[in-house]
């Protein structure tokens, strides 16, 4: 290499490398002049080639990042600002992104599945942090179907072996509470309508924990339950004049989605009002109905630990009595009693056991007659009518 250069002052070719603040220069060893400066101060050699050397490239921030990485990075953090999420959760979401996509596992999944990797490590950033966010938010900002996301999430939450606790029902509340027209101060609704946001949501988050403590929530979406109880409290603050708008009016005078099941939903927080009515003695005597319940959600609400405690205390009663007498909980005195819906009133019909006849002691090794096998061929009558059909069809 040094042999090749001659020095342009004296002809010599004693060309030397000679380390000069650290930077690499050539310099001829007899007079010595210097041939060339800073070789190797940059990755590219700016002196050489006059190019611009990029930030990212000089200080190695997204070396061995791949495009789809660098995109998704950028995706992550559009998602974040799009939901006006707190400054720390686009860090946390982005360490969880470099994790699963470092992963082999989701290194070579399509691109639709990387969009929806993106809104998973979102979504775990926000229940980490109590953020009311649905998955179906994340899931429409980012056109991902549901189902899709839904398997992805699970899968990731097991590879990272992340912690998700559930959703924080009261932030949900106060959340889906500030999308309702009806609560902010609106011109548009008719004024006996109008109710403040913070009575109103305060109220709404007392009638869900009632709700989740009387088995109505789990195992539910959140959001219908909540759309009930928002009708609910928000009736309840003048009920002679809002008794008769229905809940479908409701919602759409608040401009919120009533999702199906809100109605269901509704029907059984009315019940278990009825049901805990019958523990206030002044509630007792009145005849309640569905429709009149409404009016003392306030006193319900105000004395429900009292409320909670004492139907507890019947429910165990009921269910000791039940187990002594037959075992089953058909016999319960279904007007006091607090169960899940799907146990109180099954759709499904109970449980079919395998072998009916208890246990038949299958071995395997039993004997197989001919006859047995013989029912699961074709007769040549059969094969015959099975080629007439097949050439009938082929030949329409
Ligand atoms: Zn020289």
Redesign the pocket.
């Known amino acids: 290499m040094s042999g090749a250069k001659r020095?342009p002052?004296?002809g010599?070719s004693e060309i030397v490398e000679d380390a000069h603040y650290s930077q690499d220069q050539l310099v001829?060893a007899?007079?010595g002049?210097i041939l060339s400066e800073g070789l190797i101060t940059t990755t590219v050699s700016e002196e050489t080639s006059l190019q611009a050397v990029r930030y990212s490239d000089s200080t190695g921030e997204n070396d061995s990042v791949t495009y789809c990485m660098k995109r998704g990075i950028i995706r992550v953090r559009d998602l974040c600002r799009v939901l006006r999420l707190p400054d720390g959760f686009v860090d946390t979401a982005l360490s969880y992104y470099k994790q699963a996509v470092g992963l082999p596992l989701y290194r070579l999944v399509s691109i639709e599945k990387k969009e929806i990797i993106v809104g998973c490590c979102v979504y775990i950033t926000c229940r980490q942090q109590q953020w009311p966010i649905t998955m179906g938010t994340i899931c429409s900002l980012i056109y991902a179907k549901k189902e899709l996301f839904a398997s992805l999430f699970m899968d990731i939450v097991q590879v990272l072996k992340v912690d998700v606790p559930s959703i924080s029902l009261q932030n949900l509340v106060k959340s889906h509470c500030r999308s309702f027209k009806l609560f902010k101060d609106s011109s548009e609704v008719p004024p006996q309508y109008a109710e403040k946001l913070d009575t109103v949501s305060e109220r709404t988050v007392q009638t869900v924990e009632l709700a989740y403590e009387t088995w109505l929530v789990t195992g539910r979406h959140p959001i219908p339950m909540i759309t009930a109880a928002a009708y609910i409290s928000w009736q309840s603050f003048q009920p002679s004049r809002r008794l008769s708008c229905s809940l479908s009016r409701f919602c759409k005078l608040s401009d919120v989605d009533m999702p199906p099941p809100s109605t269901i939903r509704l029907k059984e927080l009315q019940e278990t009002l009825i049901k805990l009515a019958y523990h206030l003695p002044w509630l007792k005597i009145l005849s309640l109905n569905r429709k009149n319940i409404v009016q003392h959600l306030g006193d319900l609400l105000k004395h429900r630990a009292l409320l909670l405690r004492r139907a507890l205390a019947v429910t165990e009663a009921e269910l000791s009595k039940g187990t002594e007498a037959s075992s089953s909980t058909d016999q319960l005195n279904s007007t006091l009693v607090f169960l899940p819906p799907c146990v109180s009133n099954p759709k499904k019909r109970s449980r079919s056991v395998a072998f009916p006849c208890g246990d038949l002691d299958i071995t395997g090794d039993e004997e197989i007659s001919d006859s047995e096998i013989e029912q699961y061929l074709r007769t040549p009558a059969e094969m015959k009518d099975y080629q007439q059909v097949q050439s009938c069809i082929s030949s329409v």
């Open positions: 020095c002052d004296c010599s001829c007899d007079c002049c």
